[in-house]
């Protein structure tokens, strides 16, 4: 097999099963220390949100709903090309797997594109939390908390995104150097498993934020 | 593995020597090198983080606030704690000894990954970096908690620095924790069943799991705080209906786990230490085992014992009351079963198993006060009194700092290949134990007596009981200092060390002094249960 350049295992590691074996483990313990880190914004959210719910709900009608729906798709039309990206690996082509991670990228990229925009509207209609934060309401300090969470959490989540597109990047470069083959694709794997939790945050996170009060 | 260089001819190759120079250090990836660069981290930050209760303890020699201004002294127990918990005691023994030792008792050649091992290290400098710029531009102010809302508004020190600090290094704790988690999950040489590991690894794997769970949360806390700081994003700021009290719980979820993350590993060594030293096998393995998931499982639900006296519900408090009565059992279990390991053992009153002894009957002390906070009632009239300090202080210095030091004198002809000086080791264990009552024991009075907490002046009626406190915590800093000193010392000039000198039954000693790079020649295969001793296997040296 020319085109898949033989891989040893690290040394530490008796062959490239345990090697597998361990980074898939180690990516999912990774991903509930996640689970933990999002788990005590998600709690405080709660928290306040039984707390107030007036104010979440009016609070909520001023986020655009069609393109945090937009990316909703977008995000999970990334996740079933990242997907076929693992499986690409798995049967050994580098190309599948660099051509549907770059979709993957693209994907990713847009959603951060579109999120930009629904920050500077925001901005312009004085939603930023802080001295400027404009609204006229009898709970118009209630929904700025509401709004300090919608920024905290999306924000949290769109650096999830970055890094993820950034770790993207790379793999794509492995596999165009033809690094993967079908006894060696655990880093595309390990990938897969980690752009799919950001994801899944986001469908957590749209229905929180986005849906409230809404019938 | 890079280029190796030749060693010198006739001496035999291992981790130390096997290559040379500031980069084959600063660039390794093996775990025992590893162990060593934290060894020297914490050491620095230790000594940074006594140097601040040397001066508190001298402030506090006389009632009156003469030699400090109020602020300063609030600043002085901040930055004290903040660099003993979260830069000393967090990862004193996980990232020392556990570092150095995880890999050999379950017969592996390194942890499951160890660029991330190193990348852990340099997170937690780069975390204790921006610490120490905070404590060099004017020092923080808000006490180790970060209370909201004085972190978040009032507070005119450096509290984003510090935050920052805390928040870096808290993911050099979690990624320590992963590390751990799946090297004994996959690493394990073959015949190393779950029920044949040491103790000590264990008492690591239950430690790793609260570090994976509790560290992400309280990461999350600091960093709203930050955030409330420096962008308005208010999440516990009154004024836009947030609530405080939440950050307290956010805070405490994670910070009452953390004593686990300081003790627990302690208890894995004491387990060690116990056995080797009675040359007998331990009393009730699965107890011994099972107790130490049961503390990180149950660690988890008494957070709100930090917190009776803040305006949770009654009903919440007598919830958390009696789940803090339950954590004491499976500590108790252990207490119980290192005492009938002893019972009718061929006791060696080596160093390590000194500093043992000094844990066992100064934990028992401290983890029994814990059982007084524990009770609501009590807890009204000594909440944040010194009593509430000694008791901690009884737990993390009489505890985790006693079984760091045994376990560093325990491994130390292992990890340095030399062995240290048994004469001057026994002399400062017994100055440490002394120091440490004279420090700690007249604190439980005062506060009984009613003296709060974080005041740097007190009423005449508390001096001598403060004199002895302060006398006692000089003596403690001459028993921190002389191992500090022979330790260094015995790297170039102690006896060579044979590869088992205790005579111990651990994987660990199967290897030669200090072990090869890989730790092993040849994959160990395991074929009998921990702790197999015989009353006539004598110790090597004495
Ligand atoms: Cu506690």
Known sequence: MAEHPAVAAHHQFDDLEQQLDASTLGMWVFLVTEIMFFGGLFTAYAVYRSAYPEAFAEGSHHLDLTLGGLNTVVLIGSSLTMALAVRCAQLGSNRGAANYMIATLILGLVFLVVKAFEYHHKYVEGLIPGPNFVFDSPHARHIELMFCFYFAMTGMHALHMVVGAGLLIYFILQARANRYSPEYYGPVEVMGLYWHFVDIVWIFLFPLLYLIGHR | ?542
């Open chain 2, 1 to 542: 593995m890079s280029t190796v260089s030749e060693p010198i001819a006739g001496t035999k190759v291992h981790y130390l020597n096997a290559d040379y120079g500031i980069k084959s250090w600063l660039l390794t990836t093996d775990h025992k090198r590893i162990a060593l660069l934290y060894l020297a981290g914490i050491t620095f930050f230790f000594f940074i983080g006594g140097a601040f209760a040397v001066l508190m303890r001298l402030e506090l020699v006389t009632p009156q606030g003469d030699m400090m201004q109020p602020e300063t002294y609030n600043k002085m127990f901040t930055m004290h704690g903040v660099m003993m918990i979260f830069f000393f005691l967090i990862p004193s023994i996980p990232a020392v000894l556990g570092n150095f030792l995880v890999p050999m008792m379950i017969g592996a050649r390194d942890l499951a990954f160890p660029k991330i091992n190193l990348l852990s290290w340099y997170i937690a400098m780069i975390g204790g970096a921006f610490t120490l710029y905070a404590v060099v531009a004017g020092g923080v102010d808000t006490g180790w908690t970060f209370y909201t809302p004085y972190s978040s508004t009032y507070s005119n020190t450096h509290v984003i620095a510090t935050a920052v600090g805390v928040f870096i290094s808290g993911f050099s704790s979690i990624l320590t924790g992963l590390n751990f988690i799946v090297t004994i999950h996959k690493m394990r040489a073959p015949g190393m069943t779950w029920f044949r590991l040491p103790l000590f690894i264990w008492a690591h794997y239950a430690t790793s799991i609260i570090q994976v769970l509790g560290t992400p949360v309280v990461a999350i806390t600091i960093l709203l705080v930050g955030l409330e700081r420096g962008f308005n994003i208010g999440i516990f700021d009154p004024e836009l209906g947030g609530d405080p009290i939440l950050f307290q719980h956010l805070f405490w979820f994670y910070s009452h786990p953390a004593v686990y993350i300081m003790i627990l590993p302690g208890m894995g060594v004491i387990s060690e230490l116990v056995t080797c030293f009675a040359r007998k096998k331990i009393f009730g393995y699965a107890f011994v085992a099972g107790s130490s998931v049961a503390i990180a499982v149950l660690g988890f639900l008494v957070w709100g014992h930090h917190m009776f006296v803040s305006g949770q519900s009654v009903y919440s408090g007598m919830v958390f009351s009696v789940l803090s009565f339950l954590v004491a059992i499976p500590s108790a279990i252990k207490v119980f079963n290192w005492t009938a390991t002893l019972y009718k053992g061929s006791i060696v009153y080596m160093t390590p198993m000194l500093y043992a002894f000094g844990f066992i009957g100064l934990f028992t002390i401290g983890g029994l006060t814990g059982l007084f906070l524990a009770t609501l009632a009590v807890d009204v009239h000594v909440h944040d009194t010194y009593f509430v300090v000694a008791h901690f202080h009884y737990i993390m210095v009489g505890g985790a700092i006693m079984a760091y030091l045994g376990g560093i004198h325990y491994w130390w002809p292992k990890i340095s290949g030399k062995l240290y000086p048994e004469g001057w080791a026994r002399l400062s264990a017994g100055i440490l134990f002394i120091g440490f009552n004279l420090t700690f024991f007249p604190q439980f009075i005062l506060g009984y007596l009613g003296m709060p907490r974080r005041y740097h002046a007190y009423p005449e009626e508390f001096q001598v009981l403060n004199v002895m406190s302060s006398a006692g915590a000089s003596i403690l800093g001459v028993g921190y200092l002389i191992p500090m000193i022979y330790l260094v010392w015995s790297m170039r000039y102690g006896r060579p060390s044979p590869p088992n000198p205790w005579g111990s039954a651990g994987l660990e000693w199967k290897t030669p002094s200090p072990p090869p790079t890989f730790n092993f020649d040849k994959t160990p295969v395991i074929t009998e249960d921990p702790y197999i001793y015989s009353h006539d296997e004598e110790v090597e040296v004495g």
